[in-house]
């Protein structure tokens, strides 16, 4: 074991409490008196959306390596604020874009490099939840949106496939669903990023998707090349239950031998070996500052319905 639990920090009480007792470290309502008191290597900042600023900021500060949830901000002058300060530090930053230690999502990427596609002319792409996440699981949901929350993972996928530069986009959303629920935010939004090189690729991300679903998401791509075509589902898990409803069993995250496994986890033991090995993360702040420019111009396209450049 290369790491442990120094100390946790939770704003809720009951989850605070929870998390000292299962973790059997200190515990803080705020981080900052955290960051002080407790000796650490590095810190994860998993606040919500449009609170990482300040906690990275003031972990980076303290010479502090960092760990971001994405979107690394949802305001791309927050994002270059926490830039300067990770780099006037001299502080590694990885941001929490798990899809590349996703198992079929890795097994796409590597296939890309082969060549077996050739060229990508374009990737359709959609990541969906369940109403779910933006009623239940999220209780700040209305500060964020669909796009904050989900569009992150298929830029970054997206451009990571392709190595392309995005020039534009366009986007449009939908409020209806959750507005009748009294939460002011967007159903669903959908975009077309154009690249620098004539291509284009189309996402698509909703959270209204009934909690009847066998999954809580839903992530699916088509990859379309010069040379070939790859299709990325997954929604099935290969492993499926038929109880009070049908659902899948959850496999690409599954515990071996007493070994979490799953994209997070891998993620998290590629920023532990980054820092002991005193290596740089390729999923840095750059790409955080350019996956949160792409989100934040697709918000913008949908609230004026013009093609936004970046």
């Not at 989850?15 to 007792?21: D, R, V």
């Not at 596609?117 to 792409?125: D, K, T």
């Not at 590629?270 to 290596?279: E, H, I, P, S, T």
Request: with cysteine.
């Amino acid at each position: 074991m290369y790491a442990e639990i120094a100390a946790v920090s939770e704003y809720d009480e009951a989850s605070l409490n929870s998390a000292i007792e299962k973790y059997k470290v200190p515990g803080y309502q705020n981080y900052h008196k955290m960051i002080d008191e407790i000796p650490m290597d590095g810190i994860i900042v998993s606040t919500p959306d449009f609170l990482h600023k300040d906690a990275v900021i003031y972990a980076a500060n303290k010479g502090i390596d960092i760990l971001c949830e994405k979107p690394f901000s949802t305001s791309v002058k927050e994002c270059e604020e926490m830039v300067e300060a990770i780099r006037k530090n001299k502080v590694k930053c990885m941001v929490a874009f798990e899809n590349r230690w996703n198992s079929p999502i890795v097994a796409a990427k590597n296939t890309i490099v082969s060549g077996a596609v050739g060229e990508i002319l374009n990737v359709n792409a959609r990541l969906n939840d369940t109403i779910f996440v933006p009623t239940e699981l999220l209780k700040w949901s209305k500060g964020s949106s669909v796009g904050w929350f989900l569009f992150p993972h298929l830029v970054d996928m997206i451009t990571w496939f392709s190595g392309k530069t995005v020039e534009s986009v366009y986007g449009v959303g939908t409020k209806k669903k959750l507005v009748s629920l009294g939460l002011d935010i967007y159903d669903t939004i959908q975009a077309t990023l154009n690249f620098t090189d004539g291509t284009h690729s189309t996402i698509s991300s909703s959270w209204v998707l009934p909690n009847s679903m066998p999954l809580i998401y839903d992530l699916k791509m088509e990859i379309i090349g010069t040379e070939g075509t790859l299709y990325v589902d997954t929604y099935d898990q290969m492993v499926r239950l038929g109880s009070d409803r049908f659902s899948h069993v959850h496999t690409l995250g599954t515990s071996i031998n007493g070994m979490a496994t799953g994209n997070s986890n891998f993620m998290l033991h590629a920023f532990v070996d980054c820092l002991r090995n005193d290596v740089a993360p390729d999923s840095n702040e750059a790409a955080g500052l350019i996956n949160t420019k792409i989100v934040e111009a697709i918000h913008q396209s949908a609230a004026t319905g013009q093609i936004v450049k970046l």
